[in-house]
């Protein structure tokens, strides 16, 4: 019987994923995320503080690399932590952006 249920528990997770992809891929395409080359297959919410030197997120020991607070085409918050690839012509790296809760911030990657 347990293993019924866990298969049925499974099927249901399984839905549920499948339901919330749909609705990341509209939204993805909705705001043009793709244009900037950013990945949001992986977001995730990271706790991390501001301080003089910029922003060190919670468990690292590194401050991102632009200590500077940007805003984004939307109005929202962000610190970029940007790399620059051997051939000068190719970025990559990672957002922060600010959310409504003190000492959180959503972390996105991208390449361009």
């Known amino acids: 019987m347990n293993r019924f249920l866990e298969k049925i528990y499974i099927i249901f997770k399984l839905m549920q994923i499948a339901r919330q992809n749909k609705a990341r891929n509209k939204f993805y395409r909705k705001y043009e995320f793709e244009d900037y080359g950013e990945d949001l297959d992986n977001a995730c919410l990271v706790k991390a503080v501001v301080d003089g030197k910029g922003l060190k997120e919670i468990g690292k020991d590194y401050y991102s690399t632009d200590n500077k607070i940007q805003t984004d ?40």
Do not use: A, L, M, N
């Open 73 to 112: 085409d939307y109005g929202i918050k962000e610190y970029v932590d940007q790399q620059c690839g051997y051939c000068e012509d190719d970025y990559s790296g990672t957002i922060y952006r600010k959310t409504p809760i003190k000492g959180f911030f959503i972390k996105t990657w991208f390449q361009c």
